[in-house]
């Protein structure tokens, strides 16, 4: 305890008077600030000045590949060229399949187990930690596990399909066939985050009270009537939550699908931000690739705030 005290006399000594009376002076809120300002300027130069070079870039014609070539600006000709190509709209298409599709049964699924979990049978814990397994791969291990699963003569994946249907496991492949590759990258997604999609849920239906249901049960509701009178309409902002967060990640998903399909075969599951790879580091369109972040960040943030105010409308009924 001495030895603290003396060496705090001791900063107290090694602090300039100035420095010192001037921290002597502030509010609480002005201490506040200066300790949290520092790590908010840091935080505010790494994501605002990438986000304002983007932009500045979006409008010239550089290239990555020729630094010391002379930059042209070419005003809003990458913005134009954009929203009128069709490899960008087709892109945006299998997008859009591909977060409509793994959302749609990420949330059946998610919600479905978060519910049994709910229950808390017999090992409930156990299946809950086992469940949450996958979520807590990286996406490049994610990637590389299941294309080792999907190869056709020694693929887990196809002799598992082959017991199930008698067909041949070498008769199909699931990456390289154009009708089952969107189906590949949406079975991994699916299996990858259905638990994080649980886990929300399970908050979700963990915080509606027991007296509810209690008073359901005297009032002779069904439990098909609790679900959807009760349950349901209660864990809905959770769900919404978590249909907001899988969105906007599988919106800009990359390194699973470039792992497992590099957008191949041919351009069947070439999302946007596969499209963006090429543009930026296979053509070296640097410009051109900045104005197509640019487009998908703006649409992603748009459609974005939408959700959150559905979402607020919900949460305030």
């Known amino acids: 305890m001495a030895e603290k005290h003396l060496l705090l006399s001791q900063l107290a000594k090694a602090t300039p008077p100035t420095v010192a009376s001037r921290v002597r002076g502030l509010s609480d809120r002005g201490i506040t600030w200066l300790f949290i300002g520092p790590t908010m300027a840091i935080l505010l130069a790494i994501n605002i000045f990438p986000l304002i070079w983007a932009i500045t870039l979006s409008f010239t014609n550089y290239r990555a590949n020729r630094p010391n070539a002379p930059i042209k600006w070419v005003g809003l000709?990458?913005?134009?060229?954009?929203?009128?190509?069709?490899?960008?709209?087709?892109?945006?298409?299998?997008?859009?399949?591909?977060?409509?599709?793994?959302?749609?049964?990420?949330?059946?699924?998610g919600f479905a187990l978060a519910y049994l979990i709910d229950r808390k049978f017999r090992s409930h814990g156990f299946w809950t930690t086992v469940i949450l397994i996958?979520?807590?791969?990286?996406?490049?291990v994610v990637g590389n596990f299941w294309t080792f699963l999907y190869q056709p003569q020694i693929g887990l994946?196809?002799?598992?399909?082959?017991?199930?249907?008698?067909?041949?496991?070498?008769?199909?492949?699931?990456?390289?066939?154009?009708?089952?590759?969107?189906?590949?990258?949406?079975?991994?997604?699916?299996?990858?985050?259905?638990?994080?999609?649980?886990?929300?849920?399970?908050?979700?239906?963990r915080s509606i009270p027991n007296d509810i249901y209690e008073?359901?049960?005297?009032?002779?509701?069904?439990a098909w009537r609790q679900f959807w009178s009760i349950t349901l309409p209660m864990a809905l902002p959770f769900i919404m939550l978590a249909v907001l967060f899988r969105g906007i990640e599988n919106f800009k998903m990359f390194d699973m699908v470039n792992l497992l399909t590099n957008g191949g075969p041919g351009s069947t599951t070439e999302l946007a931000s596969i499209t963006l790879k090429r543009e930026a580091f296979e053509k070296w369109r640097t410009g051109y690739a900045s104005a197509l972040a640019i487009v998908l960040f703006v649409t992603i943030f748009g459609l974005g705030n939408i959700y959150v105010k559905a979402l607020n409308r919900v949460k305030q009924r």
């Open 134 to 140: 996958p979520m807590m791969l990286s996406p490049a």
């Open 77 to 109: 000709a990458h913005y134009t060229d954009i929203l009128t190509d069709p490899d960008v709209w087709a892109g945006m298409q299998v997008t859009a399949r591909f977060v409509v599709t793994t959302i749609a049964i990420e949330m059946l699924l």
């Open 157 to 205: 994946f196809n002799h598992l399909i082959s017991f199930i249907t008698g067909v041949p496991p070498s008769s199909f492949t699931m990456i390289g066939d154009v009708s089952l590759a969107p189906w590949s990258i949406v079975i991994v997604d699916v299996w990858m985050w259905t638990p994080y999609v649980m886990l929300i849920c399970l908050a979700g239906l």
């Open 215 to 222: 008073a359901a049960e005297v009032d002779r509701a069904s």
